[in-house]
């Protein structure tokens, strides 16, 4: 089912003859991403245009994630930005079945890697290391502590059914899963981290959660086709509004939620557009807020704080859920009003009424609402913003597929931990 995006509210802040042409450049941009083909200048990183060709592996993936199924009590996800967070968003959000799933090689903190092997004491552990090309701190140094703690228990020919190992082909890592016997799985070298959604990256993880692959993907190519349709369509008319807003005084686009189960795909959000769009000073914050919690803390800064806040609201229809609120009169507690309502119209009266307050606050509010959450909606949820974001970076002046700000920290913490020079 379709995702509606809804700009009434915000166009109204936005200078209307640049929000016009901002239109125009955006679905000229998305026509020369995705119809040049090879000679295309982005050829080398926009290998995520096409689902389908992005989702390989599919029958080999279905395999394993079946014996994983099978043997494991908990299966480890160790990767860290791109390399995690699309699957993380949607196991944490969806009804999954199947081993538990633990997440590494995303922090350097020792207490939480120390609690994650304890949580791994007694259990039958399967991991899939995740990492472009194998050079992250973070999934590496993970991956020995991890490799030790199951070499001590596993014999190498258990360890080479309970590791996965997904990068680059010619990257060390291919180099280490032929050694050593381990399934190594595609990370395409044409695609990004952040835009890897639909290539194996995710789709292991998907799959030993019980999720429907062929669904996700399908909602992916479904987005896809919808924006060829409509050269755009909504990816490129959200784009332009935000350009048009990001050259007035607007710094902030705050995404909000009242679904918590949406905190790791706000997460997604959050690392697909920052790392994209945050280059040469320029670039909308992208922050997130959880409702209706987060009403509570920063629902004052959107209402009345400093004026450079724009807001986009994801919505979800289907609440998933039905409970309502029992009638309890003897109680006295003044909350009858709210007698035999269910949770459902309690929450959207919440939003509604939010939207209103900032809208009337000065806040430019946009609407992106989902049908309900399951794998095919984050299919094109996923593939709606990846081509919004590459859209939004380009018309921004910037290249929304490289990271180079991310090296600055890296050189000083490899030279404090005296990694040697390539
Ligand atoms: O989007 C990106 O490219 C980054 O966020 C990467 O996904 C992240 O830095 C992890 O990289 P790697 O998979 O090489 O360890």
Same mark, same amino acid.
């Given at each position: ?74 299966? %480890?996800?160790? !990767? %860290? ?23 590494? =090689? ?17 259990? *039958?552990?399967? &991991? ?6 194998? #050079? ?14 199951? *070499? #001590? ?13 997904? !990068?680059?082909? =010619? ?7 032929? #050694?050593? =016997? ?60 935000? *350009? ?7 710094? &902030? #686009? ?37 409702? *209706? ?38 109680? !006295? ?12 119209? &309690? ?13 009337? =606050? ?28 590459? %859209? ?5 002046? %910037? ?24």
């Amino acid at each position: 089912m379709k995702l509606y995006l809804n700009t009434d509210l915000a166009q109204r802040y936005a200078d209307a003859g640049l929000l016009e042409q901002e239109r125009l450049r955006a679905k000229d941009i998305y026509r020369e991403l995705t119809a040049a083909g090879e000679a295309s200048p982005d050829w080398g990183v926009t290998g995520w245009l096409h689902c389908e060709e992005a989702a390989m592996q599919r029958a080999q993936i279905a395999e394993k994630a079946k014996e994983i199924r099978e043997n494991a009590d908990v299966f %480890v996800l160790v !990767g %860290v930005g791109g390399s995690n967070q699309a699957a993380r968003a949607m196991i944490e959000a969806l009804d999954t079945t199947g081993p538990q799933i633990l997440y590494a =090689g995303n922090t350097l903190s020792a207490w939480e890697l120390a609690r994650t092997l304890q949580k791994l004491e007694g259990k *039958s552990v399967y &991991i899939n290391v995740i990492a472009k090309n194998f #050079e992250t701190l973070e999934p590496g140094s993970h991956f020995r502590v991890l490799r030790r703690w199951m *070499s #001590e228990r596993y014999t190498p020919e258990e360890m080479a059914r309970r590791v996965v190992l997904t !990068g680059t082909y =010619g990257s060390r890592l291919e180099e280490i899963a032929k #050694e050593n =016997g381990y399934l190594f799985l595609s990370f395409p070298e044409r695609i990004g981290g952040r835009y890897s959604a639909f290539s194996p990256v995710s789709l292991l993880a998907l799959a030993v959660a019980g999720l429907d692959v062929e669904a996700f993907v399908a909602g992916g190519s479904a987005m896809e086709a919808e924006l060829a349709a409509e050269q755009g369509g909504i990816a490129a008319e959200y784009a332009a509004l935000r *350009s048009a807003l990001g050259q007035k005084d607007y710094a &902030i #686009e705050m995404l909000a939620a009242f679904e918590p189960r949406l905190f790791w795909a706000q997460s997604w959000w959050k690392q697909l557009f920052g790392e994209s769009e945050g280059k040469d000073h320029k670039g909308l914050f992208p922050a997130t807020m959880t409702n *209706s919690e987060d009403l509570h803390s920063m629902g004052q800064y959107m209402q009345e704080g400093r004026r450079i806040l724009i807001e986009t609201f994801l919505m979800v229809d289907d609440p998933g859920a039905e409970l309502r609120v029992q009638p309890d009169k003897a109680f !006295g507690d003044r909350f009858d009003y709210l007698d035999g309502m269910d949770f459902a119209n &309690i929450n959207r009266a919440a939003e509604k009424a939010t939207i209103q307050a900032h809208d009337a =606050g000065g806040v430019p509010c946009i609407q992106l609402r989902l049908p309900r959450l399951d794998e095919e909606t984050y299919g094109r949820m996923y593939y709606f913003f990846m081509m919004a974001c590459a %859209v939004s970076g380009k018309l921004l002046g %910037v290249d929304p597929f490289d990271q180079n700000g991310v090296e600055e920290y890296k050189r000083s913490m490899f030279s404090a931990l005296g990694k040697p020079k390539n």
